[in-house]
């Protein structure tokens, strides 16, 4: 599977963006699907994700609410829709793809095998 992510840019406080992430591969609907960012300085951190075999999504803390992941299996395609972002959003996200389908596998980025090349958001305040 590769994955290509884009849709980043400069936004100001408060606005939104929707990041895309296209894979190619016949296989995309056996995997799931993620969304990670690493700010500089900082570890990569999970963001939400999707499961294949249910279509459950979850999200961390610091985005619940305020980002929202879908899939579009006949596209492909995985995005993530961030609204009411805040300087403290700005980092290189990444989307990943991963064989696993629990909560517990799919939040921890060891278990996703391929990666998209990450796509720069900078929120101003």
């Known amino acids: 599977v590769q994955l290509q992510a884009s849709g980043g840019g400069l936004v100001q406080s408060g606005g939104s963006l929707r990041l895309s992430c296209a894979a190619s591969?016949?296989?995309?609907?056996?995997?799931?699907m993620g969304w990670f960012r690493q700010a500089p300085g900082k570890e990569r951190e999970f963001l939400a994700t999707?499961?294949?075999?249910?279509?459950?999504?979850w999200y961390a803390d610091s985005v619940k609410g305020r980002f929202t992941l879908s899939r579009d299996n006949a596209k492909t395609t995985v995005y993530l829709q961030m609204n009411s972002l805040k300087p403290e959003d700005t980092a290189v996200y990444y989307c990943g793809a991963s064989p696993y389908y629990s909560h517990s596998d799919l939040t921890s980025i060891i278990k996703y095998d391929y990666w998209g090349q990450g796509t720069l958001v900078t929120v101003s305040s």
């Open positions: 591969g016949r296989s995309f609907r056996s995997y799931s």
């Open positions: 999707t499961s294949y075999r249910d279509f459950r999504t």
